[in-house]
Structure formats: C-alpha cells, structure tokens
C-alpha cells in the first residue's frame, strides 16, 4: 500500500537536559593552613591548605560549576590552631587563622569533627562566628535546652550550566555528620552538655526533612571513616553504611586519616577503589593535614517532575605533595604564621636527655617517663596533706607520634639542652587536662593487657613476623610509670583494640611489680592520667567516672598537661625521678620486623638488647629493623 506522503512527520525527541557538578573536599585540615612543621620549626613541602589552594584552583578552572566543602577537625591540631583557640574567648582575639583560610578560598559548608569540641563549646561557638559559610552538624544536640548545637544541614542553591548551553538552578542539600563518641572523648568539657545521636539514625531523620525542603541532591559531609559494613548502633566509623542509606548521592568522609580512593587503601565489599564508589555512590577521604583535595564528580539529568537527580558520579584525590603554595593564601595568614612563630620559640627550660619516640611502642623511652612524671609530680603536690597521699602513685602515658598513618616523619625528636615552647607543644599534642583515678591491681594488669593490644601475637620460632597492630592506634598505648613487668607476645591479645575481651584466657602481662614487690590484685593505687583515658577511650574500662579522684582533692578540669609539663621543665635540667621498666619475655628463635623512622639509627644503642638488624627502607619511606626476641 503507497504511504501517505503528506502525514506529518513526528518531532525528535528532545535530548534529556544534563549537566555536571564538582565536588571538591577537604578533611581533616588540624590548621594546616601553611606547610610548616611547628613542632620541628621547618617548612614541609607534603601538606598544607595553601598547597591544596593551587590544586582548587586548577580543579575549579577544569570544571565551571564547583562547590567545596570541608568535613571537619580544621580548628585544632598544631600549635597555630591550638593557640587560637586558647585565645579565642580573649578581647583581642581575631579569626582563627584556618577560618581566615576558608573564608579566602570561597568554601561553601562544613561540618565540625570531633577534635573541634576539644576546648569546649564556649570557645568553638566563638571560633565559628568568623565563619563566612553554613557548618551543619545533624547528630549533636544541647541538653539545655534542647534544640539542635548547629544547623542540621543547609540548603544550598546554585546556578549551574546545562547541555543547553543555558543556566539552570539546582538546590543542594548539605547535611553533618560527628562521631557520636565525642561526648565520651570531650566528657570534661562536654557532660551535661550536649547529646550524640547514632549517625545512621540522625540521617533516617533529617535526609527526608532536607529531600522535603526541596534538594534535588544531597551531599553528606561525614566525619566519620570508611569501617565495616553493617557497623552497628553509634558505630564511629559509619561512612560504609551511610553510603548505602537512601537519600544521600555522595559522601565525604574522614576522621580516620586514610586517604580514599587510593591503591594502598583495604579492599572491602562494595568498594571500588578505581572510580571511588562504595556500594555505588561517589565517596572521597582526602587525607589529612590538607594531604589531598578530595574530587568528586556528578553526571545530573533533569526530570520536569522530580528536578535534578545524580545518574552517575565517581571521585579521586590529588595529592598537594610538591604542589606550589598558593601566594594569596600565605599572605592572607601571614600574621597569625608569624605570631605564632615567635610564640613557639620561647625559651621552656631544659633537658638532660634526649626525647624521641622511635622506640616508644616497644622499650621504656624517656620522651614517656617525662611526660608521667610531670603527672605525677603534679598530683603529688595536689594531694599533699590529703589521706589519698598515702596510697602508691603511678601515671600513665602513651606515644602520641609513633609514624604509623602519619608516617616516617610522625615521631619527636628533641634533643638535650635548651627546650623552646614548640617542644613542649611536641611532647603533648592534645589539650587534654590531667586526671586521676583510683585503682585496683587487678585492674592496673588489665590497663596493661589493653595496652599490649598494640603488638601481634608472635607465635615462638616463627621468623619476621610485623610485631606492630597497624589498626592499634599508639596514642591508646600507655605505659606506666612506676611498674615493672614483662610482656609475652606469644599469648594473644586479651581485648582487641575497643577494649572487648576477645580472650579471657590470655594473659601477657607477667612479673607485674611496684617497688620491687608483686602487685597484689586487692592492692589500691592512684594512677594519674589524661581526661581523655580518664572517660574510658582507648577501650579502658576500668576508667569509669565512679573511680575519679574528686576535684576537692585534685584541680583536674583546667590544669591541661601542656602546662604541667612546661612548669615541670622550668627546674632544669628535667629528668624522671623513676623509669618505666618492661621488657618482652625472651622467645628464643623468634624474629620480628620493626618500622621506625630512619633517623632512629642514631639510637640503636636503646633496643641494643634486641640485636636490631637494618632490612631497608620500605615504600612509605619508614626504616624496617629485624629484632630478635
């Protein structure tokens, strides 16, 4: 049958309208503006929010519409943001110079993390007031009254160019996420406070609340690593989870320091360390320290009735290592860079020995004994003329640079002879203020046994086995001062790193003594420490709140061990009046591997009795020893 020439011819179909959205993130800052080591007073070219500058700049000339955020702890972690924060509540007082940052380089939100809550809310609230920008935070709030610490998220709204070469409005929601863990971590400063809901929880709540506002999508900036699947209730690692939580098109995580995506990231169900998904949906850690920018990109297609919606996403990180600083930036902090300069090179007493923490996981160090003795000293003095004066004194204190994730630079190395503040601020890098509790012996051993959680279980015989946990962070490793004791790494860990028994029949604490005699279990004892492991982190469960020492008898809340330390090193020269003394339980046969900064060469003499052996360097850059157990 002939067609019918003259029927109309049906329209095309319209091309679906489609645009592309940048995301660009950064985490885990610690006031990192400059790349400057303030501990060592040297220029680093690896780190540095100026470094990370350059690389937003170029990432934003790539990509016309871009937004960045930020995900948390920027106010806290060297002595330029420490010391702004000490300030902040004084007339004088200007921005805090990672704020005066931000604010530079146009940031669009930000979420707190969990370091932010360290100098209490008076000074973070005050801190934030130079913010140019919303910071969100869904799952903290006050008790008094009730109501919400921060926004629970943010609605932005944005211009963005579609592939009709035309303008379009999108609204991005923006939502915060803090490990609910801070109200433990902070409790000197936070009890009776403020609130922490489970993040998975808060989300069910306010994604649905941030969708019926009208975000086409929604951007989650989650304090908070990459765990395992299925993590569980208040889980502090919950970014795996929420990546599968309807409602929210990508993620930025952090809080644990591990850069993702990236080829020396663990292999997980749902992770595509390539194209940066976890369980579909784009997700970025960039790092620490401005390490990285975070890059995460989004296909969006427009729906007449449902607006914009995410079709495709992937995410990348570009590292700042050998990046040139942005010039704008440094001038922008130049001030506060040489304000705190000459802060940190004032004089601070002296010291007779040299302090490092090459070896501190793994021999008695004195860069740990000074530290527990100032603790000491100062509880000794505060208890004067109390009865608890009586009752046998220990202190306890951990290796807060061991390398680790920070790698082979994270150690500290000072050497004997004149102390300047920078060192003091090395010693202690947190604002945690002192604390003591009341003990048994049968929980000092068991302090012990979660301590050793650190070191793998070395089987006898076997050879090169890596001796350090490198999921065991070395700032829950403590030390006591005052003890003696031997470790026997052929028995297992008897809790693993959350302070769970995972072996009741384990014990690798033996020949625990005070003064030369056993410690019985009934036995009391005193044991300064910090008021972060005086509220059980680490997986301490002995440090319970019944078991502290009542400020009547202790001024614990404001005296932070920063000026402990600084008041105890004005008697120079500063030495421990006693040692810790532990050692491992000889396993002839055994070797073990050891990683450890090149520079620790120049002590081999302190691990001599473990007949270290140089292997070479790793990739990362650590030295790797042979020990001979």
């Known amino acids: ?84 924060m000490q300030q902040v509540l004084t007339p004088d007082s200007g921005p805090h110079p990672a704020l005066i940052a931000m604010n530079h380089l146009g940031y669009d939100a930000a979420t707190l993390g969990n370091h932010e809550f360290n100098f209490g809310l008076e ?22 009254p009730t109501a919400p610490l921060l926004p629970p998220w943010c609605l932005l709204r944005h211009e963005l160019t579609g592939s009709d070469g035309q303008r379009h409005a999108i609204r991005i929601g923006v939502i915060g996420f803090v490990p609910p863990q801070i109200v433990q971590w902070d409790r000197n400063v936070l009890e009776g406070r ?6 998975l929880a808060s989300a069910a709540a306010q994604v649905p609340e941030l969708r019926a506002a009208g975000a086409d999508i929604v951007i989650a900036l989650a304090h908070s690593g990459l765990g395992p699947a299925d993590a569980g209730f208040n889980a502090e690692h919950a970014a795996t989870d929420l990546a599968r ?23 997980a169900p749902g992770m595509d360390l390539k194209r940066g998904l976890v369980f579909g949906r784009p997700v970025v850690l960039p790092g620490h320290y401005a390490s990285h920018l975070g890059v995460i990109d989004l296909d969006l297609a427009h729906d007449p009735r449902r607006g914009w919606q995410v079709t495709k996403g992937h995410a990348h990180l570009r590292p700042s290592a050998g990046i ?36 501190a996981t793994i021999t008695p160090s004195a860069v740990l004994d000074v530290v527990a003795e100032a603790q000491a000293s100062y509880v000794r003095h505060q208890l004067r003329d109390q009865p608890e004066a009586d009752l046998p004194l220990l202190s306890a204190a951990s290796p807060f640079k061991a390398g ?35 003990l048994s012996g049968a929980e000092i051993a068991d302090w012990l046994e979660n301590a050793t959680g650190i070191y793998r279980e070395i089987a006898p015989g076997s050879r090169d086995t890596p001796l350090i946990d490198e999921d065991f962070p070395s700032y829950n490793h403590d030390h006591i001062l005052g003890l003696s004791y031997r470790i026997d790494l052929s028995q297992p860990a008897r809790y693993d790193r959350h302070g769970a028994l995972v072996h009741p029949g384990a014990r690798r604490i033996q020949d625990l003594c ?9 036995q009391t004892f005193l044991l300064a420490t910090n008021s972060y492991r005086a509220a059980g982190c680490g997986g301490y469960l002995a440090a319970r709140p019944e078991r502290m020492v009542p400020e009547r008898l202790v001024d614990v809340g404001h005296a932070m061990i920063r000026d402990i330390l600084l008041r105890h090193f004005a008697s120079p020269p500063a030495t421990a009046s006693q040692t810790t003394s532990f050692s491992f339980l000889p396993l002839p046969g055994t070797s073990v591997t050891f990683d450890t900064a090149p520079e620790a060469t120049r002590h081999l003499a302190e691990v001599a009795h473990l007949h270290p052996e140089p292997l070479g360097t790793t990739p990362e850059g650590f030295a790797r020893f042979r020990l001979h157990l």
């Not at 140019?132 to 709030?141: L, S």
């Not at 403020?194 to 993040?199: A, C, K, L, S």
């Not at 190395?413 to 102390?419: E, N, Q, R, S």
């Open 123 to 144: 000074r973070l609230m005050a801190a934030l007031k130079a913010a140019r920008f919303p910071v969100v935070t869904a799952n903290v709030t006050c008790r008094q």
């Open 404 to 438: 680790g994730r920070g790698g082979p630079g994270n150690y500290t190395d000072i050497p004997a002879g004149p102390l300047a503040l920078r060192n003091i601020a090395d010693l202690y890098i947190y604002p945690n203020t002192i604390a003591v509790l009341k």
């Open 194 to 199: 403020v609130e922490t809901q489970d993040i």
């Open 245 to 267: 939580f309807p409602g929210i098109d990508a993620i930025i995580a952090g809080h644990s320091h591990l850069p993702f995506p990236g080829p020396g990231y663990p292999v």
């Open 1 to 84: 049958m002939p067609s019918d020439r003259n029927a109309p011819v049906p329209a095309p179909a319209a091309s679906p309208l489609t645009a592309r959205l940048r995301i660009l993130a950064t985490t885990d800052v610690h006031s990192h503006v400059l790349g400057y080591d303030y501990y060592a007073d040297q220029e680093r070219d690896d780190i540095g929010l100026a470094r990370v500058a350059t690389l937003i700049a170029q990432a934003r000339a790539e990509a016309p519409d871009s937004l960045l955020f930020d995900n948390g702890d920027f106010l806290q972690g060297n002595p330029l943001g420490d010391f702004a």
């Open 324 to 359: 040139s600083p942005d010039p704008s930036l440094t001038a922008a902090v130049a001030a506060d860079h040489a304000a705190i300069l000459t802060h940190i090179r004032r004089p601070a007493g002296q010291t007779a020995v040299a302090l490092h923490s090459y070896f």
């Open 514 to 522: 005070h003064q030369g005699q056993p410690v019985r279990p009934k």
